[in-house]
């Protein structure tokens, strides 16, 4: 069975304090659990360091998606704007509105490419 982020962060908080409180008794059966202690606290303040620099960049990566989204959508506004500026300058009917208006058709229904046969 896999432990995910929580239940390892909390087994080794619990070695970190088991090890303290025990750090006599090990010392004397041979084992000084100083130096292992001080690790386990530098290697955990260290992934509570990434786990938040990690929480950092989702929210960066959701922002700067949200971002281009209101872009390209404040874009693709801009642009029907225009077709419709065009379309009341020109008529509906004219030529080369009517081959502005077949772009937004022609990327809705662009046909799927067939898959490569070997």
Avoid: H, W
């Amino acid at each position: 069975m896999s432990l995910n982020e929580s239940k390892k962060r909390d087994f080794v908080s619990q070695l970190i304090v088991v090890l303290d409180q025990n750090a006599q008794l090990l010392t004397d059966k041979g084992f000084d659990p100083t130096a292992k202690i001080d690790q386990l606290k530098a290697e955990l303040t260290a992934a509570d360091d990434a786990e938040g620099k990690q929480l950092e960049a989702a929210a960066a990566a959701k922002d700067a998606t949200k971002l281009a989204n209101e872009t390209l959508d404040t874009a693709y506004t801009d642009g029907s704007a225009t077709v419709d500026l065009i379309s009341g300058l020109l008529g509906k009917s004219d030529n080369l509105v009517l081959e502005i208006k077949k772009l937004r058709r022609s990327n809705n229904s662009k046909p799927k490419p067939s898959p490569i046969q070997p």
